[in-house]
């Protein structure tokens, strides 16, 4: 692998860059594509939309899966009018896991009278073996005030399960980031940081690199940065880039004004 590809944030169409990364060196693969519905979000990104892109979909995908180790993940987002193609494209290649749902929490009101709203996206959960890295405890959700009564029943005394919390289920009750809120940077369809760093802690080892082929504005960067992962990252909007760097390095900002300098240790050693 080169040095380049390591901890980057490229400009560049993923299936053009990618050759960068090493055969088999990528952990974890998270992939947000355009979704296909022809959009418009100021550039052509969602241009392509039916046979074409699935047609598209099929080089993205192989162009990545070389990359992936072979106890590697990957991640889909999707819409359910491609997740099954886009699903049986992955299958006839890794093993699937889950299908995952993201509950966007948007609120029932409006949309169509000719059929259901719609309020989810699609997960696809897929890995290149049986023998994949996934890391549950990293993800448990701690119990409630009220289950954890439980803990003063005999029968549950010393149990494990309810010390750590639960492992999430595959629906995932995340609310979408709205303009107001503070995450949210200039992207239409920013990913919330929760959703993301679920998946690098579960299925990225610490010190793994993870593969974002449509980095958008940094998002997984951003959760790698935070949690200890190494990224390469392939955005063809030189705007977003910026954006992504702009939000790692505020990350990194952040770490480093927490770490005590080194007048503040020789003071606190004078002091003990």
Known sequence: MTERAIDGIFN??????????????????IADPPYGLG????????KLSGEAYLAWSERWIEAVLPKLARNGSVYLFCTWQYA??????LKRRLAMINEI????R???????????????DNIGFFAASRDYYFDVDAVRIPYDAETKKARSRKRFEG????????NPKDVWSVSRLHRQDPERAEHPTQKPLELVE??????CPPGGL??????????????????????????????????ARARVAAVHAAASAAQPTDSQVSDTVKVA
């Open 12 to 29: 560049e169409d993923c299936i053009a860059g990618i050759g960068q990364l090493a055969d088999g060196s990528v952990n974890l693969v």
């Open 39 to 46: 959009k418009d979000y100021g550039n052509d990104s969602d």
């Open 84 to 89: 099954p193609e886009l699903f049986v494209m």
């Open 101 to 104: 749902i993201w509950d966007r």
């Open 106 to 120: 948007v609120p029932s009101m409006g949309g169509s009278t000719r059929k259901f709203s719609s309020v989810h």
């Open 159 to 166: 149990k494990k399960w309810l010390e750590v919390g639960y």
């Open 198 to 203: 679920r998946m690098v802690l579960a299925s």
């Open 210 to 243: 993870v593969l974002d082929p449509f980095l958008g504005s940094g998002t997984t960067a951003v959760a790698c940065a935070r949690r200890g992962r190494r990224f390469a990252g392939f955005e063809i909007n030189a705007e977003y880039c910026r954006v």
